[in-house]
Nanobody, 119 residues
Framework: QVQLVESGGGLVQPGGSLRVSCVASGSIFSISNMGWYRQTPGKQRELVAAITSGGSTNYADSVKGRFTISRDNAKNTVYLQMNSLKPEDTAVYYC?????????????WGQGTQVTVSS
C-alpha cells in the first residue's frame, strides 16, 4: 500500500515563504507524475502545480512565478516551494500521485497539510 505524507504547512505572514514536502512510501514514486492540489471550505480541490516523472512542470496561473515544484527521486519526495504568499493561498494542500504510464491505474492522495497566510 502506498502512502503519501505531507509536512511543512503552517502559519506565515503575507509576502513570506514556506516549503511543503510529500514523502511517498512504496516503489511507485519514480514512475509517478506528482501533483500538489489545494482546497478551501466550500470549494473544489484545485491543481496548484504538477511535475512529471521526467521532470516537466506546470502551474496554475494564480501561482506562476511564485511557486516551484520539484522532486527528489532518491528520497521519494516532492516539494512545493511557495514564495510571495498571499492570503488567498490559504488552504489545505494535498499531494497526489498518478502513474506516468498509461497502462497503470492508481490515484493516491495524502492527508493534507494546512497553509495559512495571515498577518
Amino acid at each position: 500500500q502506498v502512502q503519501l505524507v505531507e509536512s511543512g504547512g503552517g502559519l506565515v505572514q503575507p509576502g513570506g515563504s514556506l516549503r511543503v514536502s510529500c514523502v511517498a512510501s512504496g516503489s511507485i514514486f519514480s514512475i509517478s507524475n506528482m501533483g500538489w492540489y489545494r482546497q478551501t471550505p466550500g470549494k473544489q480541490r484545485e491543481l496548484v502545480a504538477a511535475i512529471t516523472s521526467g521532470g516537466s512542470t506546470n502551474y496554475a496561473d494564480s501561482v506562476k512565478g511564485r511557486f516551484t515544484i520539484s522532486r527528489d527521486n532518491a528520497k521519494n519526495t516532492v516539494y512545493l516551494q511557495m514564495n510571495s504568499l498571499k492570503p488567498e493561498d490559504t488552504a489545505v494542500y494535498y499531494c497526489n500521485a498518478q502513474p506516468a504510464a498509461g497502462w497503470l491505474r492508481y490515484d493516491y492522495w495524502g492527508q493534507g497539510t494546512q497553509v495559512t497566510v495571515s498577518s
